[in-house]
C-alpha cells in the first residue's frame, strides 16, 4: 500500500508543477526559455524558504525530475558547500551537486546531435 501512495503523490506533485508550467504557456506570453529560467528560480527560492524540501518529501520524483527540482538540487548543493567551505561554496556547490545531470545533458544532447539531422521550419 506504501508503494501506491508513494507513485500517487509523485503523480499528483509532478502534475501540479505541469500544470503550472502549461497555464503559463496558455495564459501568458512568456516564451519556453523564460518558464525554465523562472523555474529553476522558483526551486530554488522555494528551497532557501524551506518550502520546497516538504514537497520532495511528499511528492518524491514528483518534485524532483520537474524542472524546479535542479534548482532545488542546486540550493541544496550550495547550502552543503557554504556549510564546508564557507563563502566560496556557495558559488561551487550548486554546480558540484548537480554535476551528474550536467554531464547526463552533455552526452545525451551531443548523442542526439550526432543522431538527428535537424531541419529549419
Do not use: H, S
Amino acid at each position: 500500500m506504501t508503494n501506491l501512495m508513494t507513485y500517487f503523490n509523485a503523480f499528483w506533485v509532478g502534475g501540479i508543477i505541469c500544470v503550472i508550467g502549461q497555464i503559463l504557456i496558455d495564459k501568458t506570453k512568456m516564451t519556453p526559455a523564460r518558464i525554465l529560467v523562472l523555474f529553476v528560480t522558483m526551486g530554488v527560492v522555494l528551497t532557501l524558504i524551506g518550502v520546497y524540501e516538504p514537497l520532495v518529501n511528499l511528492g518524491g520524483a514528483g518534485a524532483t525530475v520537474p524542472i524546479t527540482g535542479f534548482g532545488y538540487a542546486l540550493a541544496k548543493g550550495a547550502q552543503k558547500a557554504v556549510q564546508t567551505y564557507g563563502l566560496l561554496g556557495a558559488f561551487t556547490g550548486g554546480v558540484t551537486a548537480t554535476a551528474g545531470g550536467i554531464a547526463a545533458v552533455i552526452l545525451f544532447g551531443y548523442l542526439a546531435a550526432v543522431a538527428f539531422n535537424p531541419k529549419e521550419k
